[in-house]
């Protein structure tokens, strides 16, 4: 089975910082069919996760374009360029190259 | 505008079942996979069970196959997940989330509360 190992576990920011968060996995995430099916997600607290970045790179409808993923086979990067408040909660990579679905662990954004 | 709606969870003792119903407006369901996500207290995310847009199809993890049953009912724009064998293991919140053509969850729900106590 394919683990994703995000990193850090925790990060603590000030507002305007910008931040990286990382996702390895176990095996390579390019299918077959030349996509990379590797997504990232925002959970808030107390809200349920919201899509920020789908295909490794592409920015979903609405969402502030501070965040920007990159990466490639089995290293990835969720960038924040200038955190704000609303940024704060629990970031989750998520793959579906492989046997359907799997999760990372999550890397929860904090205040410094 | 897109809108998904969890129900049907609450509190159940193990090995009884329970079936949780999610209504979709604001898009063409039929025309999406589905999927149902969980998580328990604390913890992370963890992929359920997944249904084509015609049905024809589902998938689940070992960990809840044979026990969990997703299905769903064009006609009424509503996806189902039928639990059976409900273990503590199961506590979580679940999530209904459409699935974007790259395999993305671009939409989920509020989610609904599923306790599995004695």
């Known amino acids: 089975d394919v683990v994703l190992t995000q990193t850090p576990p925790t990060l603590s920011a000030t507002i305007g910082q910008s931040v990286s968060i990382s996702c390895r996995s176990s095996q390579s995430l390019l299918h077959s069919n030349g996509n990379t099916y590797l997504n990232w997600l925002l959970q808030r607290p107390g809200q349920p996760p919201q899509l920020l970045i789908y295909l490794v790179s592409r920015l979903e409808s609405g969402v502030p374009n501070r965040f920007s993923g990159s990466g490639s086979g089995t290293d990835f990067t969720l960038k924040i360029s200038g955190v704000e408040a609303e940024d704060l909660g629990v970031y989750y990579c998520v793959q579906s190259t492989h046997a359907l679905w799997t999760f990372g662990g999550g890397t929860k954004l904090e205040l410094k | 505008e897109v809108q998904l709606v969890e129900s049907g969870g609450g509190l159940v003792q193990p090995g009884r079942s329970l079936k949780l119903s999610c209504v979709a407006s604001?898009?063409?369901?039929?025309?999406?996979?589905m999927t149902w996500i969980r998580q328990a207290p604390g913890k992370g995310l963890e992929w359920v069970a997944s249904?084509?847009?015609?049905?024809?199809?589902?998938y689940y993890p070992d960990s809840v196959k044979g026990r969990f049953t997703i299905s769903r009912d064009n006609a009424k724009s509503t996806l189902y997940l039928q639990m059976n064998s409900l273990r503590s293991e199961d506590t979580a919140t679940y999530y209904c989330?459409?699935?974007?053509?790259?395999?993305?969850?671009?939409?989920w729900g509020q989610g609904v509360m599923v306790t599995v106590s004695s």
């Open positions: 249904i084509t847009n015609t049905g024809g199809s589902t």
């Open positions: 989330t459409r699935v974007q053509y790259s395999g993305a969850f671009d939409y």
């Open positions: 604001g898009f063409t369901f039929n025309n999406y996979w």
